[in-house]
T-cell receptor, first 112, second 112 residues
């Protein structure tokens, strides 16, 4: 079946630190990959996406590259801010299959 | 532009009472609609999705049901709530089943 595995949180970083949140996937097919962000008390917002191998999605300083050879889609940001504190979800979508499949989420806390 | 409305934002209900959560989408026609549940530490679980009026797919056997009485309205219901129904419920929509979804602000349900 299709599944997404994210690194366990919480992750606590100081402001301006480098961020990596690991995400790997298993898919029966050729998936599209997504990162969603959930700020406290809110719904999920699409952060970035990639639809084919070697694509790089980017938004708000965050980046993730679709690596087919390692079945990974790690989220990175060079310099985090306090306002980046949120829960981040990796997700996949396989055409002809069920809707989005999510990882368990990784809580990020950035301290000043 | 498209918007999604979900209400209420918070709800406290006694065990055994009924439940009705409503979600509506504006600015699009024939959207695909979803209900997800987010329990603490367990990520996002897809409960139901609908590709058209009266068409409901159930992903997980639950004490819950869903209905789509109008094109852009999706309702999540229960006849008798259980303690285990507590969680954060999220409605979402997409243009097609196999594209990224856009989420509402969520309903925090506490069953006491």
């Amino acid at each position: 079946g299709n599944s997404v595995t994210q690194m366990e949180g919480p992750v606590t970083l100081s402001e301006e630190a480098f961020l990596t949140i690991n995400c790997t996937y298993t898919a029966t097919g050729y998936p599209s990959l997504f990162w969603y962000v959930q700020y406290p008390g809110e719904g999920l917002q699409l952060l970035l996406k990639a639809t084919k191998a070697d694509d790089k999605g980017s938004n708000k300083g965050f980046e993730a590259t679709y690596r087919k050879e390692t079945t990974s889609f790690h989220l990175e940001k060079g310099s985090v801010q306090v306002s980046d504190s949120a829960v981040y979800f990796c997700a996949l979508l396989v055409s002809g299959n069920t809707p989005l499949v999510f990882g368990k989420g990784t809580r990020l806390s950035v301290i000043a | 532009s498209q918007t999604i409305h979900q209400w209420p934002a918070t709800l406290v209900q006694p065990v055994g009472s009924p439940l009705s959560l409503e979600c509506t989408v504006e600015g699009t026609s024939n959207p695909n609609l979803y209900w997800y549940r987010q329990a603490a530490g367990r990520g996002l679980q897809l409960l139901f999705y609908s590709v058209g009026i009266g068409q409901i797919s159930s992903e997980v056997p639950q004490n819950l049901s869903a209905s789509r009485p109008q094109d852009r309205q999706f309702i999540l219901s229960s006849k008798k709530l259980l303690l285990s129904d507590s969680g954060f419920y999220l409605c979402a929509w997409s243009e097609q089943v196999y594209t990224e979804a856009f989420f509402g602000q969520g309903t925090r349900l506490t069953v006491v």
